[in-house]
Structures are given as C-alpha cells and as structure tokens.
C-alpha cells in the first residue's frame, strides 16, 4: 500500500470497507487527509475513536457513492470490492470519484484460485486474471501492477492463528510457490490501478 500511494502531504484518500480502520490508520500516519467510508455503523465509531482526525461516511460499495466526482487523489478498497454483484459496476464508482491520475488499490477475488470453494456460495465474485486489465481500461482505470495474494482458503488461515500457525501457512505458501507457477492459483489478486486523464 505505502508503495502504492506514497506519502500523502495532505492530499485526499478514500478508504472504502474501512472496517476498524487499519488501512486509514496508515495513511493517516503518512499525512493523508483520510475519509472513511463503510456500511457498519459500528465499525465506523471504532474508527473514530482510533483516528479522531479521520473523516467517517457511512454507505454501501455498489450504489452511488456520496462524493463529488475527482474527490479524491487515492482510493483503497480492500476486501470489499469482491463483494460487490456487479464488479464493473463497483470500479466504475470508484474511478468516478477518483482524481486523474490518482491510485487506486484494491482486490478481486481470482477466477482461477485453488480456494474458491472456501468461499460461501454466490458472496464472492469472481474475476479471471487475464479480464483484469480490460475491466479496468473499460471504466478509465489502467492498470499499474497485479499481485497474487495466498492460494489456502481464508477459513484455513482463521484456524491457524498464533506464531506457529503462521510460520505453517507462510511454509505451505511457500512450497505451492515452488510447485507452480509463481501466483497460481492465488485466493485474490491485488490490483493497483491508476485513473486515466479522459475516461
């Protein structure tokens, strides 16, 4: 993410599915003038006790989001955006109110993952990685760098939690690696798109 976005200098960022705020607690940290946006109330109030100076919105990813068009110079959307039925929908918002030539980060969840049974039925939806770039050109979005996530289950990595649960997982992680092809098979796809000049 810090990659991503960079240092913030008082620019604008939105943090969409902000849940308790750990992504708008770093940019925060990294001087980035930071509204939070989530359908949880309460999660929303965690936030501002946590990051006074952090703007709060409550709304929902999939409906027209509450913000001017340009708003906003970077735009991260974890785990939320594979939630969404209509993907294209979803991104299409958020390049609204993104500024030109301002990042956004965020996630799919893959067509082609090793984990998409782990998922409960119809919530997720799935993208190939090679519809990627032409989702994003199609909403004014180009696409910067794509990088695969873990291949296991998210259930799995709820059950091993600790130290040594960790240090199997990232082993696994790393023995699928070597396996396949570098990122085959991966649970999710992060994306760092950037908004076009004209959409």
Not at 33 to 39: E, N
Not at 58 to 77: H, N, S, Y
Not at 82 to 106: H, I, M, N
Not at 155 to 169: D, E, H, K, Q, T
Request: glycine share 12%; proline share 7%; with cysteine.
């Amino acid at each position: 993410m810090s990659d991503a976005i960079g240092q913030g200098a008082g620019r604008q960022l939105l943090d969409v599915g902000a849940g308790t705020g750990r992504f708008s607690g770093i940019a925060t940290a990294q001087r980035w003038g930071v509204t939070a946006f989530d359908a949880a109330p309460e999660m929303l109030a965690v936030i501002r006790q946590r990051h006074p100076s952090v703007t709060t919105v409550e709304g929902t990813l999939g409906e027209r989001l509450p913000f001017e068009t340009a708003a906003f110079d970077a735009i991260i959307a974890m785990r939320v955006v594979k939630y969404v039925p209509d993907t294209g929908a979803a991104l299409a918002e958020l390049a609204r109110v993104l500024a030109p030539g301002g990042s956004l980060l965020f996630d799919l969840a893959n067509g082609r993952s090793l984990a998409r049974f782990g998922y409960p039925s119809d919530s997720v939806s799935f993208v190939s990685p090679s519809s990627v770039g032409p989702l994003l050109r199609s909403v004014g979005l180009l696409p910067v760098a794509t990088f695969a996530g873990p291949r296991l289950p998210h259930p799995v990595y709820r059950r091993l939690s600790g130290r040594r649960g960790a240090g199997m997982l990232a082993a696994t992680e790393r023995a699928l690696d070597a396996l396949l092809l570098p990122g085959a098979g991966a649970r999710n796809l992060i994306v760092h798109a950037v908004r076009t000049r004209c959409a």
